[in-house]
């Protein structure tokens, strides 16, 4: 583009140098004093004008007397020859008279002015001529005539001629000299304007000769600059043709066009611009030149390293003359360069995004969509060839549990090692894919029958369910397992998830093998189940949940020395439910933090109206805390000002937690070691279930050991190995100085067992099932003893008004068999 400043540059001027200045100025001056010689010789040629036009009519005169003379002598001389007739004579004759008639400017007639011989000579022809015959002069007369005639004439013509020849007056002097001065003023006046010419001449070649120099400079610095801005144009074009190239191949890569195609473009766009001859990216697989074809096979002049990560790098390569390239070809092949890292960048990211949309970011197992695709092919094949399909939907037992008391990290490098776990039980052609949580999904397009899937699934909680050693520390999980298979009905892979969601959902709810295949007849009721998780939510707002107490008594007397509180959940319309129902989905749910909040200001305000009514002075409360709400901040605090503002002393309250949730809960123990110490006791709930050793009874921070209701049980079968694993707990008891408290004593024979065994202390519907706080209230006011029949079990007491409590928790069947390690 021509710039502003460049149209306003000024072009080159005409100007003088000092020499050509001087020579203008002797122009100027030979021009003025030609101008002066000028005017004098004009004046001069006016006063020689004036003075010949004074003096020339008396010569004038004198002439034309001279010729009409000479004249009238030749037509005389022609009358002898008989040529003209004497009328031609006389005429010639009267002309003469009239010539000498005229009077000149200075007054002298014609006449006057000749010689007096002149005149003689006249008359005396003019008398003969007078005498001569009329008309032409006949021959026989010639020769008389001619001797009177012709020797006048001859006077008359020397008379003439002395007219001419006899006139030497100082007139004729004056003109000569002034015509002189006038001949001299013109050759003057010549020469200066012959110099002036030449001087004008040399001055306009000199100035000539500047403006070609000053031409060819101006030519020379146009064509200079023409030069330049044909640069700069081709410059501009080929910037601009980089920039259109960068943002096309930017908008290429931002688009998500295929490499090939982007790194195509870029060899193009650095071929074009940088002049370069060839252009490649040498990539492997990805290698691509540009013109395609082109010889590579010299060193190239510039090369550039592209990389996207470590794995993937190569170079840009360019060949050519390493002169040709100027600095916008240098900068076009960085921006080249860059483009290729850029576009690499890209499409490494485009796979990674690629990768995490289909797979689980935490384990790298498929995650729900490619699951979901891979059900759906399968599923198709399954159709056509007619193979068999089985879904297997696996969650965690406890994870939430142990995700609380281990940590997110412990957590999840838990989840880790349970699918490095799954992934190496199945087979290869099977997918195992997380839904996120501790949900797995494990497709098997080739299980040929439910038997064998049912033995994988035994297969995989078998490994799941080993302990995994997380930061030096031992956890453990659980799995239940929902089975589902294809069949002509079905129609859709999300069918099928759903159907083993559902199994999975009611496995778990079942006690023993957590392993369930689906039946359509139980959908309807795991769907109930599932409306429950919705209802939980609002039961503490609604005001649904109750308090039921449980005694805990003296065996041998059946004095009541404390109550367990228990929940229950009162829904309109609805049969009661007991806390095995709900209590595990609370967890699940973290509902579990408001509704142990509410059950243990509940407890410790039902305790303090019960004391300020005179009852149950020297009671405890034992509440059950789930180690979610332990690890809630502020715990510890908030159960002290409960106590405090109720004006209960903390030896009154104590917190059950189970083993599972004790062992997990090892770094809450400053929680728990404060409310010991302000005087509160922890009891060691469902002990023997977990996994925790006689040993480990030492380290734990509690008071007390409640011996799980399946080692009563057990005693009832008159088991010589539980008596001894009873008989060892409570030795070990009583030498750490635990209080024991044994669960779940249904009949005489097993409390009178137990009473051998040296426990002193238990609960069960032996006793009494739990009830209502009111009903409690009435066994505190009737004495605070619970009557055993002499012989039998609980049933026999069935007449006593209380309620049953939900059988699905409490039958014994259902039980896990008892474990203690030693
Ligand atoms: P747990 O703490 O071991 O409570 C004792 C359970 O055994 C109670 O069942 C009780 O009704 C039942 N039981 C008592 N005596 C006998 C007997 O002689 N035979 C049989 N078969 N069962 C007996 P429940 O009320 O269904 O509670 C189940 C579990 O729910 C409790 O076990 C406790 O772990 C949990 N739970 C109950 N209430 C709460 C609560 O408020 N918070 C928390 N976190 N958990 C609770
Ligand atoms: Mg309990
Ligand atoms: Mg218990």
């Known amino acids: ?487 002509e009905s079905t129609v859709s892979g999300a069918e099928l998830m759903r159907e083993a969601d559902v199994a999975m959902y009611r496995a778990k709810l079942t006690d023993g093998s957590h392993i369930n295949v689906f039946d359509s007849h139980l959908e309807a009721e795991v769907a109930q189940r599932l409306d429950l998780d919705t209802a939980l939510r609002h039961a503490v707002g609604r005001n649904q949940l109750r308090l039921s107490a449980q005694p805990i008594v003296t065996l041998d007397t059946g004095v009541i020395t404390g109550f367990e509180v228990l929940l229950q959940w009162h829904r309109p319309g609805m049969p009661v439910l007991y806390p095995g129902a709900f209590i595990p989905l609370a967890e699940d749910n973290g509902m579990i933090v408001e509704i142990g909040r509410w059950v243990l200001r509940e407890t410790i305000e039902t305790l303090a109206r019960w004391r300020a009514d005179g009852l149950a002075l020297d009671l405890t409360m034992s509440v059950n805390v789930s180690p979610r709400q332990v690890r809630e901040p502020g715990f510890a605090e908030e159960v002290l000002q409960l106590l405090d503002k109720a004006g209960l002393p903390p030896e009154s309250l104590i917190i059950e937690l189970t083993e599972h949730a004790l062992v997990d809960l090892r770094v809450a123990h400053p929680v728990l070691a404060r409310l010991r110490d302000a005087g509160v006791s922890v009891s060691l709930d469902d002990f023997g279930t977990g996994y925790s050793s006689l040993t480990q009874l030492r380290t734990l921070p509690v008071d007390q050991i409640k011996l799980d209701r399946s080692f009563a049980a057990a005693l009832d079968h008159g088991d010589a190995k539980q008596r001894a694993v009873v008989q060892s707990v409570v030795s070990l008891a009583s030498a750490l100085a635990l209080d024991l408290v044994v669960e779940g004593i249904e009949t005489v024979a097993e409390r009178d067992t137990l009473l051998d065994l040296g426990a002193r202390k238990g609960q069960g519907f032996l006793y009494h099932q739990p009830v209502l706080c009111d009903l409690a209230r009435a066994l505190l006011e009737t004495g605070g003893v619970c009557a055993v029949p002499a012989e039998g079990s609980y049933s026999a007491l069935a007449a006593s008004a209380v309620p049953s409590p939900s059988l699905s928790v409490n039958v014994r069947s259902q039980l896990p068999s008892p474990s203690v390690s030693t």
């Open 1 to 487: 583009m021509i710039t502003d400043q460049w149209l306003r540059a000024p072009g080159p001027r005409l100007t003088l140098n000092r020499g050509q200045q001087v020579v203008a100025a002797i122009l100027v001056l030979l021009l003025v004093t030609l101008v002066v010689v000028s005017i004098q010789s004009s004046a001069d040629q006016r006063a020689y004008t004036h003075h010949t036009a004074r003096t020339e009519p008396v010569s004038n005169n004198t002439f034309f007397t001279v010729r009409d003379s000479l004249t009238y002598i030749e037509k005389a001389e022609q009358y002898l020859l008989g040529v003209v007739p004497r009328r031609d004579v006389q005429l010639a004759r009267a002309l003469l008279a009239q010539r000498l008639r005229v009077i000149a400017a200075n007054g002298v007639s014609a006449a006057d002015a000749a010689s007096p011989e002149y005149r003689w000579a006249l008359n005396a022809l003019d008398s003969v001529i007078a005498e001569a015959p009329a008309g032409i002069l006949p021959a026989d007369q010639r020769t008389k005539w001619a001797g009177t005639i012709l020797p006048r004439a001859e006077v008359l013509s020397e008379a003439t001629h002395a007219l001419v020849a006899g006139n030497p007056n100082g007139l004729h002097r004056f003109d000569r000299s002034a015509e002189e001065g006038l001949l001299r003023g013109r050759v003057v006046q010549l020469a200066m304007l012959i110099a002036a010419l030449v001087l004008a001449a040399a001055l306009v070649w000199w100035i000539a000769a500047n403006v070609v120099r000053q031409y060819r400079d101006t030519r020379r610095a146009f064509d200079d600059e023409r030069d330049t801005l044909r640069k700069t144009e081709d410059r501009l074009d080929r910037v601009s043709a980089l920039e259109r190239g960068q943002a096309r191949i930017l908008e290429r890569i931002a688009t998500a066009d295929p490499v090939s195609s982007v790194l195509r473009q870029i060899v193009q766009l650095a071929a074009e611009v940088s002049g370069a001859t060839a252009v490649r990216i040498a990539m492997g697989p990805r290698s691509v030149v540009y013109p395609i074809g082109s010889d590579v096979s010299e060193a190239p002049a510039w090369t550039g390293t592209v990389t996207d990560t470590a794995d993937t790098a190569g170079t840009l390569e360019v060949y050519g003359d390493p002169e040709s390239f100027d600095d916008l070809a240098h900068t076009t092949l960085v921006r080249c360069r860059d483009l290729v890292t850029l576009a690499l960048e890209r499409d490494a990211s485009a796979r990674r995004l690629s990768y995490q949309a289909s797979h689980d970011a935490l384990t790298g197992l498929a995650n729900r969509s490619l699951l979901l695709s891979r059900l759906s092919q399968s599923l198709m094949l399954a159709r056509h060839r007619g193979t068999p399909l089985a879904v297997l939907f696996c969650d965690l037992d406890r994870f939430k549990m142990v995700n609380d008391s281990i940590g997110h990290a412990g957590g999840d490098e838990l989840l880790i090692e349970a699918a490095r776990r799954l992934s190496t039980t199945v087979r290869e052609t099977d997918t195992v894919a997380r839904l996120g949580g501790d949900e797995f999904v494990v497709l098997c397009p080739e299980l040929p029958d439910r038997a064998q899937a049912i033995t994988l699934a035994e297969r995989i909680r078998t490994t799941l369910s080993a302990p995994y050693t997380i930061d030096g520390k031992e956890a453990f999980v659980d799995a239940s397992i929902g089975i589902t298979f294809a069949d």
